[in-house]
């Protein structure tokens, strides 16, 4: 069982920047898979972006360019660096971990609120 817990959300005016982190419970060394989600209200949960074990990375087209995902094994730590944000960013954002790199849904955290103003 992996506990998956994330913090750094809140409120940011557009074009701010906001760094969301998410703690396991393990170690991360060996899981394959570390992303994050978002749901905004209204609408279905989204991949925001994922990473693999070896580093390799993707992310959804509405946020290349603006976050970055990394993740620090030795601190079982994923981050998302969120820069440029939107008003249509606004959204609950959740840790997810999980065999598959590229869709990594075995495990979720309890997820944070993020909120951009325009």
């Known amino acids: 069982q992996v506990q998956l817990v994330e913090s750094g959300g809140g409120l940011v005016q557009a074009g701010g920047s906001l760094r969301l982190s998410c703690a396991a419970s393990?170690?991360?060394?060996?899981?394959?898979?570390m992303g994050w989600y978002r749901q905004a209200p209204g609408k279905q949960r989204e991949l925001v972006a994922v990473i693999s074990r070896g580093g390799s990375t993707k992310y959804a087209d509405s946020v290349k360019g603006r976050f970055t995902i990394s993740r620090v094994n030795a601190k079982n730590t994923v981050y998302l660096q969120m820069n440029s944000l939107k008003p249509e960013d606004t959204a609950v954002y959740y840790c997810?971990?999980?065999?598959?790199?590229?869709?990594?849904?075995?495990?979720w955290g309890q997820g944070t609120q993020v909120t951009v103003s325009s």
């Open positions: 393990i170690s991360i060394f060996n899981i394959n898979g």
């Open positions: 997810t971990a999980g065999s598959s790199w590229s869709s990594p849904l075995d495990y």
